[in-house]
């Protein structure tokens, strides 16, 4: 995996664009990431014993992250928050792993928790370079679904008479 501020550099470059080009649903994206990142960082165990051990702060924000993904995949109008909570999922899973078998080799575990991250900034990297393009097709880009409830017309009360 990359060296720690290189990854940072990488996240800031992917926030910076999602920011100033992406639509609602990419700016979520990102900054879950980036809450997630930095609270992973701060949660993690001493050096000497990160990974060798399940890592309970950081399972605890990828769970958070899991359940914000997979809101933002219910909420948003595109397909790539599916693509991002599946990858949460996987990235969720493999603490799943180290707590069912604690033999898991740190180096494999460690491996498992951050490999995920890559591929989920070039989704919202993605999201964004879709959204553009869409917006530049149709010069629109609806960026949340219409709830079901808020999409019912109801009869107007014109004047009775």
Not at 62 to 90: H, N, S
Not at 130 to 142: C, N, S
């Amino acid at each position: 995996m990359l060296p720690i501020p290189v990854y940072y550099a990488l996240l800031a470059a992917c926030l910076a664009y999602a920011f100033a080009r992406g639509g609602g649903p990419e700016k979520a994206g990102i900054v879950i990431i980036a809450i997630g990142s930095v609270l992973s960082n701060l949660l993690a165990s001493a050096p000497q014993l990160r990974f060798s051990h399940v890592e309970t702060g950081i399972f605890a924000i990828d769970v958070l992250a899991l359940v914000a993904f997979f809101g933002l995949a219910l909420r948003a109008e595109r397909y790539w928050p599916l693509w991002m909570t599946a990858l949460q999922l996987v990235a969720t899973a493999g603490h799943a792993v180290k707590m069912v078998d604690s033999h898991v080799i740190r180096l494999v575990y460690a491996f498992m928790m951050s490999l995920w991250t890559y591929p989920m900034l070039l989704l919202v990297v993605a999201g964004t370079w879709g959204h553009q393009r869409r917006l530049a097709r149709r010069g629109v880009d609806r960026s949340w679904s219409i709830s079901s409830a808020r999409s019912v017309r109801l009869p107007s009360a014109g004047p009775t008479g």
